[in-house]
């Protein structure tokens, strides 16, 4: 049995688990917040009248089908338990009778896949079959992931290996053996982006090649590939005509010498069509200036070719994150997603006739779904399907119903539907609401807006105790990762890292603190000028001037004791937090530091080329500067860290590094350290250890309170 010992010295923990809440009397526990089902992975097969998608609770991952048509909701697996193995990538065949998905982490560079629990026989990420009436368990088809079902659900497509891969399902019946799946073709390079034509004789793809990528078409019958205008590139996100004779890409320049990923930066981009038969392409579009970039990595669907033969794309050319209709011969853009507001998730129905949206367009700080009209010449007018408190993402449609993610600031991401155009939800998943879910003891978060020192306007959540006693108060600054994230006025939709993180700020504020959560320059949701500031993170940390302007907002409040204000948060989160602690412990009490990065200079040196940041050899000077570890000698207040030591975004040895460093100057330093977990903890009970021994952290420090007493499993 392995005992947490908080201090200088702390032993890695593997089976600790807290047995009882730290809750004061009356009040929730962490388990209690974090024990609602939370949904992703929303998919639709309209055709068969179907949406799927994937339910979280406690770590227990499942999978769901729902029957437009027959209104019944069935449960596709049996996992059990916390058992780290992520479930992503849901297809649901034409004919309706299988849903596809992939189950377990992406291979790193060393070719492993994560394993959180440490299973000595190792881990794996492989797809899955499973019948939709749900008559037998699913079918483990084969290593790989990226599976693509063809246009008569009769044949399926993986990758495996960077190659692409096929398994007959034609016969298959849910009492026989699935066929030995084979190779499809072999081509040089990485591939992905699969397609199947319309008739489903082809199979569209990118072939990632290092410094360019090239688009194929392997014809099935022919057993050929044609490539498509093969250029110094980065050719991606092919899609076909509806006729299946033209394809049409997003072409970026080609990789030069030295050339870094920049995750905030910028680059040209164009829209190109081409012909299959023979492989000539032109352009249609090309972008003004460097607006591509974010355009085609955040969106789930960059570009579309819808069947009234638009081509849609993303696109920051105008401040904002737009989604633009351009006809496939060329000529005028059309804006279809107007105003000051990112657009996000997609949806078009197969008739095309309309663009279903989410947005935070009128109400920056949440979610909610929009429509426009893709047909005639109507001019744009975008149609609020949803409004009011909620968080609305993810649209599907079927038939006449609309499906979504929904949340509210009191309640965990479901499922929900509605007639198209109707004013009222229905709440599809979960039907009833977890047991121990303490809704009614939320606080819904307040909107808050204040100005940095050089004038910046920054937005944030406030969530305050629920006594109304004004008393001098701990307070604590949450600031989210990325950093191309945004925290909203409710539960967050982009995964648990966020949601839990949502839960937490409820939490802490049920614990007597006064919280806010800052979305600091650099993230989302305030066009692209806010996430492109000047300066920001290894280039300057101006984003630093935004936390300080939370801490002096807090100060000003009452309420909040200014000698007692903390810093939390993950990853870019965890980087600010620990240089608000290096930078200014005069004013921040502690700090808990998850997985963050704490040299900007040797990130860049040690983590993909530049870091992922593109910092080279001339910015290590500014790189080092931004960053906590450049000055340590004004670090005094304590700090927790926590971090997995398979951390495949922000390296464990940045951790490693920090705590050394400050160890030697006596700055008190606590650690958590999951062995063989990753960067978002696979693991529940992971997430669970972290926040307990958070709360425990901040009690300590600044409620004056002692930690919970040391408890082992039971
Ligand atoms: C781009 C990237 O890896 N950023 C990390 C430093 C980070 O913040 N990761 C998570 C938390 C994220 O939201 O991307």
């Known amino acids: 049995m392995k005992l947490l010992f908080i201090g200088w010295l702390t032993v890695g923990l593997g089976g600790l688990a807290f047995s009882q809440s730290n809750s004061l009397p009356g009040r929730y526990s962490i388990e209690d917040v974090l024990s609602a089902p939370y949904c992703t992975g929303l998919v639709a097969e309209p055709q068969a009248g179907r949406i799927g ?15 437009g048509r027959s209104g019944q909701t069935t449960k596709l697996t049996n996992y059990q338990t916390d058992d780290g193995q992520d479930i992503s990538d849901l297809h649901i065949s034409a004919d309706g009778r299988w849903l596809t ?14 394993n959180p629990t440490s299973n000595p026989a190792g881990a794996e990420q492989a797809v899955y079959l499973v019948p939709t009436d749900g008559s037998r368990a699913p079918i483990r088809v084969a290593p790989g992931n990226h599976p693509a079902f063809s246009p008569t659900g009769k044949r399926l497509l993986f990758a495996q290996g960077g190659q692409v891969h096929l398994v007959e399902l034609a016969g298959l019946s849910t009492d026989k053996p699935i066929t030995t799946p ?14 199947w034509s319309p008739d489903g004789g082809r199979v569209l793809f990118s072939s990632v090649r290092g410094y360019h990528n090239f688009i194929g078409v392997y014809d099935l019958s022919q057993k050929a590939i044609t490539w498509i205008a093969p250029g110094v590139d980065r050719d991606q996100a092919p899609v076909w005509s509806p006729d299946g004779k033209q394809v049409a890409f997003i072409r970026v320049p080609g990789k030069k010498h030295g050339e870094m990923e920049n995750v905030q930066g910028g680059h040209p981009f164009a829209i190109w069509v081409a012909d299959v038969a023979t492989g000539e392409g032109r352009e249609l579009w090309h972008s003004p200036a460097d607006d591509g970039g974010f355009a085609q990595d955040y969106p789930a669907e960059p570009l579309r070719w819808t069947t009234t033969n638009k081509l849609l794309f993303f696109s920051e050319h105008e401040g904002w994150m737009h989604l633009y209709a351009l006809p496939p011969t060329g000529g005028k853009l059309t804006d279809l997603t107007p105003g000051a507001a990112e657009a996000e998730e997609t ?47 993810d649209p599907v449609v079927v038939g006449d119903q609309l499906f979504y993610r929904s949340a509210s600031w009191n309640r965990s991401t479901g499922i929900a539907k509605r007639r198209v155009g109707d004013t009222s939800e229905t709440l599809l998943f979960p039907t009833e609401a977890a047991p121990r879910f303490p809704a009614q003891a939320l606080t819904e978060p307040k909107q808050v807006i204040f100005k940095a020192a050089d004038g910046v306007e920054v937005h944030a959540q406030l969530f305050l105790p629920g006594s109304t006693t004004q008393i001098s108060r701990p307070a604590l600054i949450f600031m989210h990762g990325g950093p191309m994230r945004q925290m909203l006025l409710g539960w967050h939709y982009r995964g648990s890292y966020y ?16 919280v806010l959560s800052v979305n600091y320059r650099a993230g989302i949701g305030y066009g692209r000028a806010f996430r492109r500031a000047d300066r920001q993170g290894p280039r300057g940390a101006s984003e630093y001037q935004d936390i300080l302007a939370a801490a002096k907002y807090l100060q000003s409040r009452s309420d909040v004791n200014p000698l007692k204000i903390g810093l939390w948060g993950g990853s870019y989160g965890g980087y600010l937090t620990a240089l608000g602690l290096a930078r200014n412990s005069d004013l921040f009490a502690c700090g808990v530091d998850i997985h963050g990065v704490h040299d900007w200079a040797w990130r860049g040196n040690h983590f993909s080329p530049g870091g992922g940041w593109a910092i ?9 500067e931004s960053s906590p570890a450049f000055n340590l000698d004004f670090w005094r207040s304590p700090c927790l860290f926590v971090h997995a030591d398979d951390d495949r975004n922000v390296t464990f040895a940045e951790t490693v590094d920090l705590v050394q460093k400050l160890r030697d ?14 960067h978002s903890f696979l693991l529940h009970k992971n997430w669970v250890r972290t926040y307990q021994a958070l709360d425990g952290f901040f009690r300590k420090q600044l409620m004056n309170q002692p930690e919970k007493p040391l408890t082992s499993e039971k």
């Open 499 to 514: 949601a839990n993180a949502y839960a937490i700020n409820q939490y802490l504020a049920s614990q007597g603190y006064v």
């Open 182 to 195: 084979s190779r499809l073709f072999t081509a040089r390079g990485f591939q992905t982006d699969f397609r």
């Open 616 to 624: 080279g050899e001339a910015e290590a000077k500014v790189a080092f």
């Open 53 to 67: 998608w994937v339910s979280t609770q406690e770590g227990v991952r499942s999978v769901y089908i729902h029957n």
């Open 347 to 393: 949806f078009v129905p197969a008739d095309g006739r309309y663009l279903y949206y989410s947005s935070n367009l009128n109400d920056i700080d949440r979610r909610h779904i929009w429509r426009v009209a893709l047909t005639g010449n109507e001019a744009v007018q975008p149609e609020p399907l949803t409004t009011g408190t909620g968080i609305e993402t």
């Open 665 to 678: 100057k006596g700055v008190p330093t606590e650690v958590l350290i999951f062995p063989d977990d990753a």
């Open 101 to 114: 998905f992939v189950r377990g982490g992406a291979k790193n560079g060393e070719g492993v896949s994560p």
